[in-house]
């Protein structure tokens, strides 16, 4: 299996702040990467598929940028409403396998 | 856009088998794939399967041969058993509609997930 690590685990930042977090694969899986945010007791939300691009209906202040095995996603300028758990997910290989979240939090 | 629900007991004994429901609405079961994925209190994501209309499927390893997933297209569902259940399968339970372009795949949208607890 494809391990996705992600860092860091959790983040504090405040509205307005860039943030950027990484998933990192044990192997080189292309641009084969796809960001997702979960809000609590929420179902996941695609923002980003193939690694760069926005999925439909996302803000731009999402971004997604790697190849091989590094990946990061930035979000340019917090909003409120981006305070969530965020998992990076591999679709290189079966089984698909995801990064184990980074909670970002309010500062 | 497609909607899906998922539907099942929300309590499950230990060795006993989970079954669960996704129904499907606002579009064709047909020309797609279906995955399902669950999630830990408290914990992350874990791929179980997916599906395509036709019935061909492929399962995480990890569940050892205990999963079956499987289409009923005369009524838009997708269905998910999983045999042998202990605590460590408590989960919530999403089912998704797994999108592919060349030979990536993501999942959009998702069901809102039904928490399935094993317990005595």
């Known amino acids: 299996d494809i391990q996705m690590t992600q860092s860091p685990s959790s983040l504090s930042a405040s509205v307005g702040d860039r943030v950027t977090i990484t998933c990192r694969a044990s192997?080189?899986?292309?641009?084969?990467l796809n960001w997702y945010q979960q809000k609590p007791g929420k179902a996941p939300n695609l923002l980003i598929y193939?690694?760069?691009s926005l999925h439909t209906g996302v803000p731009s202040r999402f971004s997604g940028t790697g190849s091989g095995t590094d990946f990061t996603l930035t979000i340019s300028s917090l909003q409120p409403e981006d305070f969530a758990t965020y998992y990076c997910q591999q679709s290189f290989s079966t089984p698909r396998t995801f990064g184990q979240g980074t909670r970002l939090e309010i500062k | 856009q497609v909607q899906l629900q998922e539907s099942g007991p929300g309590l499950v004994k230990p060795s006993e088998t989970l079954s669960l429901t996704c129904s499907v609405s606002?579009?064709?079961?047909?020309?797609?794939?279906w995955t399902w994925i669950r999630q830990p209190p408290g914990k992350g994501l874990e791929w179980i399967g997916n599906?395509?209309?036709?019935?061909?499927?492929n399962y995480n390893p990890s569940l050892k041969g205990r999963v079956t997933i499987s289409v009923d297209t005369s009524k838009n569902q997708v269905s998910l058993k999983l045999t042998s259940v202990t605590a460590a399968d408590t989960a919530v339970y999403y089912c998704?509609?797994?999108?592919?372009?060349?030979?990536?795949?993501?999942?959009?949208?998702w069901g809102q997930g039904t928490l399935v607890t094993v317990s005595s």
């Open positions: 998704a509609t797994a999108t592919w372009l060349a030979r990536n795949n993501w999942f959009d949208p």
């Open positions: 193939t690694a760069s």
């Open positions: 599906i395509y209309y036709s019935g061909n499927t």
């Open positions: 192997q080189t899986i292309d641009t084969y």
């Open positions: 606002g579009g064709s079961i047909s020309n797609y794939y």
